[in-house]
């Protein structure tokens, strides 16, 4: 079963300051895909990333950056230099390619960041 | 914009109602796909839709039902609605009938049940 915990219910930041989100799964697959999402306050949901379980490099896209660690399930995010647009929810999430073959989310950590 | 098209974008219906909710997929994406999000449950996937067949199915109620049309937009319809069926509907939309690349999101449908 696939499963994925986002023990961060809510997070308050103040503006500028570096925030890490965290996100552990759970997947007996050895081929999987990790993402993150955001869900801003106009509630669509916005693809930030996906990474295979085969690339353990960490990502950097501006602001953005991905730590995926295999050894401890865990593939988080850091916002760098916060700012109030990156007030959202944001959601982790897993594919594997057995099983249901749909994204299972994460329960979703929401950031605010004040001004 | 997403590429994924959701109306409406908010209803309000009493308790006992039917309602449909529909999705135009990205163009070219043959999967769609049904999700609930509610307060208490987070994002609950419901079913899933590939070039009009019934592909797999989540915790989606008997009351739900889906169907994905031969010009592949989809529709969701909701009945004998209760009060905690208020939530918001998202569809996805992805090329093929896996989940590897992840999915388009629409802006979804906020139901409202009273």
């Known amino acids: 079963a696939q499963k994925v915990t986002q023990a961060q219910t809510e997070i308050s930041v103040v503006e500028k300051e570096d925030v890490t989100l965290d996100c552990v799964y759970e997947?007996?697959?050895?081929?999987?895909?990790l993402f993150w999402y955001k869900q801003p306050p106009s509630g669509e949901l916005v693809f930030l990333i996906r990474?295979?379980?085969?690339?353990?490099q960490n990502e950097i896209s501006g602001r953005y950056s991905w730590n995926f660690q295999k050894s401890t399930s865990s593939f988080n995010f850091t916002i760098t230099a916060s700012q109030v647009v990156d007030s959202a929810v944001y959601f982790c999430?897993?594919?594997?390619?057995?099983?249901?073959?749909?994204?299972?989310f994460g329960t979703g950590t929401r950031l605010t960041v004040i001004p | 914009d997403s590429g994924v098209t959701q109306t409406p974008k908010h209803l309000i219906t009493a308790t006992g109602q039917r309602v449909t909710l529909r999705c135009s997929p990205r163009?070219?994406?043959?999967?769609v796909y049904w999700y609930q999000q509610s307060l208490d449950q987070g994002l609950q996937f419901l079913i899933q839709?590939?070039?009009?067949?019934?592909?797999a199915k989540g915790n989606i109620l008997e009351r739900f039902s889906a169907q994905q049309f031969p010009d592949l937009h989809s529709e969701l319809n909701l009945s004998s609605l209760e009060l905690g069926d208020s939530a918001l509907y998202f569809c996805?939309?992805?090329?093929?009938?896996?989940?590897?690349?992840?999915?388009?999101f629409g802006s979804g449908t906020r139901l409202t049940v009273v």
């Open positions: 996805a939309s992805s090329l093929s009938s896996g989940s590897v690349y992840g999915y388009t």
């Open positions: 997947t007996r697959d050895t081929t999987y895909y």
């Open positions: 990474r295979n379980s085969f690339d353990e």
């Open positions: 999430a897993l594919s594997a390619l057995t099983g249901a073959n749909n994204l299972f």
């Open positions: 163009s070219g994406d043959l999967s």
């Open positions: 839709y590939y070039n009009g067949e019934e592909r």
